[in-house]
Antibody
């Protein structure tokens, strides 16, 4: 059974870079059929897609975050990662990683999520 | 950019049928996916590609589309169905994932 687990600092200072990793277990991150994505959810608000990546390197980014976001994949570690630069309090959210069935398709399963707070 | 519109809240009595809508321009040409998210938990896929159910999701959950609206229908609603529900599509014009704003289902 595929599982995803987010990891990274729970507290980031304003203007710094948020860095998270997602470790994939129980399946291959090099699957030809899947992409891997990041989604976030500010406290009390809805879901916001951030970015998706294919193991071969193809990437898609949310237009509202594209200038600050980098998504990457490390197949040797079975991980994919997210970097969000120049963070502000508005970036405080629970960050989820998830498997995506081909580009643009559904997300399933999801990681449990990790809360990242932006504060000095 | 593409927008999906959901009602903020829907209330239903136990045993009744809940319908949660997701409106979007030309949504008929897109595959719609639905998630539920219980309090403090990660979202879970309940319907994909408009009307298919992942394994483990009860038959009480079904999806449909008509015109510019997709609908998630939950029959014989149970207290455990109380959650936030989100629809999602792929905006192929811009290569973006779009989520609806979410609907809070309350079982009264």
């Amino acid at each position: 059974q595929l599982q995803l687990q987010e990891s990274g600092p729970g507290l980031v200072k304003p203007s710094e870079t948020l860095s998270l990793s997602c470790t994939v277990s129980g399946g291959s991150i090099s699957s030809f059929s899947h992409y891997w994505g990041w989604i976030r959810q500010p406290p009390g608000k809805g879901l916001e897609w951030i970015a998706s990546i294919y193991f071969g390197g193809t990437t898609y980014y949310s237009p509202s975050l594209k200038s600050r976001v980098t998504i990457s994949v490390d197949t040797s570690k079975s991980q994919f990662s997210l970097k969000l630069s120049s963070v502000t309090a508005a970036d405080t959210a629970v960050y989820y990683c998830a498997r995506q069935y081909s580009s643009g398709s559904r997300f399933d399963p999801w990681g449990q999520g990790t809360l990242v707070t932006v504060s000095s | 950019s593409y927008v999906l519109t959901q009602p903020p809240s829907v209330s239903v009595a136990p045993g009744q049928t809940a319908s949660i809508t997701c409106g979007g321009n030309n949504i008929g040409s897109k595959s719609v996916h639905w998630y539920h998210q219980k309090a403090g938990q990660a979202p879970v896929l309940v319907v994909y590609e408009d009307s298919d159910r992942p394994s483990g999701i009860p038959e009480r959950f079904s999806g449909s589309k008509s015109g510019n609206t997709a609908t998630l229908t939950i029959t014989r609603v149970e207290a455990g169905d109380e959650a936030d529900y989100y629809c999602q599509v792929w905006d192929s014009s811009n290569d973006h994932v779009i989520f609806g704003g979410g609907t809070k289902l309350t079982v009264i």
